[in-house]
C-alpha cells in the first residue's frame, strides 16, 4: 500500500512539472518558475518575474498551490509614494530659487540688531550688579 501513495505522488509530482511545463511561452523561454522540495510531497514555487512565493502540496493526489502571504503590495505602495513625493522635490528644485520666497534667508534690519545688542548690554549689567552684591555680602572679598 505504501509503494502505491509513493507511485501516485511521483506520478502526481510529474504530472505537476509537466504542467508547469505547459507553462506560456513565455514562462518556458525565460524559466520563470523555480520549485524546491520543501519536505515530502511539498513544494516551494518561486515566481522569477514578480517575486511571488507559492506553497504547493499535494492532497489526495491532487495537487494545488497557495501563494504565501507578504507585504509586497504594501511596500510597492510605499515605493510608489516615495517615488512621487521625489519627482516633485525634483520639479521644485528644477524651478530654481523662486519657487518658495518665504523660505529665503532674511538677514536683520540694523534695528532689530540695535534692538539685540541693547537686551544683551542690559542683561551683562544685570548680571555684573548680582556680582558686586554677592562679593558685598562676602566682605568685599573677591569671589
Same mark, same amino acid.
Given at each position: 500500500?505504501?509503494?502505491?501513495?509513493?507511485? #501516485?505522488?511521483? !506520478?502526481?509530482?510529474?504530472?505537476?512539472?509537466?504542467?508547469?511545463?505547459?507553462?506560456?511561452?513565455?514562462?518556458?523561454?525565460?524559466?520563470?518558475?523555480?520549485?524546491?522540495?520543501?519536505?515530502?510531497?511539498t513544494f516551494i514555487r518561486l515566481d522569477t518575474?514578480t517575486g511571488a512565493v507559492s506553497h504547493c502540496?499535494?492532497?489526495?493526489?491532487?495537487?494545488?498551490?497557495?501563494?504565501?502571504?507578504?507585504?509586497?503590495?504594501?511596500?510597492?505602495?510605499?515605493?510608489?509614494?516615495?517615488?512621487?513625493?521625489?519627482?516633485?522635490?525634483?520639479?521644485?528644485?528644477?524651478?530654481?530659487?523662486?519657487?518658495?520666497?518665504?523660505?529665503?534667508?532674511?538677514?536683520?534690519?540694523?534695528?532689530? !540688531?540695535? #534692538?539685540?545688542?541693547?537686551?544683551?548690554?542690559?542683561?551683562?549689567? #544685570?548680571?555684573?550688579?548680582?556680582?558686586?552684591?554677592?562679593?558685598?555680602?562676602?566682605?568685599?572679598?573677591? !569671589?
Open positions: 500500500m505504501n509503494a502505491f501513495l509513493r507511485a #501516485r505522488c511521483n !506520478i502526481a509530482a510529474y504530472a505537476l512539472a509537466l504542467g508547469l511545463a505547459a507553462l506560456p511561452a513565455q514562462a518556458e523561454e525565460s524559466g520563470r518558475f523555480v520549485l524546491k522540495e520543501a519536505g515530502q510531497n518575474f502540496s499535494s492532497s489526495a493526489g491532487e495537487w494545488s498551490c497557495k501563494s504565501a502571504s507578504d507585504d509586497r503590495a504594501q511596500l510597492h505602495q510605499e515605493i510608489a509614494k516615495l517615488k512621487k513625493e521625489n519627482d516633485e522635490l525634483k520639479a521644485k528644485l528644477a524651478q530654481g530659487p523662486d519657487v518658495a520666497p518665504e523660505s529665503r534667508l532674511a538677514l536683520p534690519s540694523e534695528a532689530d !540688531i540695535d #534692538r539685540v545688542m541693547m537686551l544683551i548690554e542690559k542683561y551683562l549689567e #544685570r548680571f555684573l550688579s548680582f556680582i558686586r552684591k554677592f562679593e558685598q555680602r562676602q566682605d568685599g572679598e573677591p !569671589i
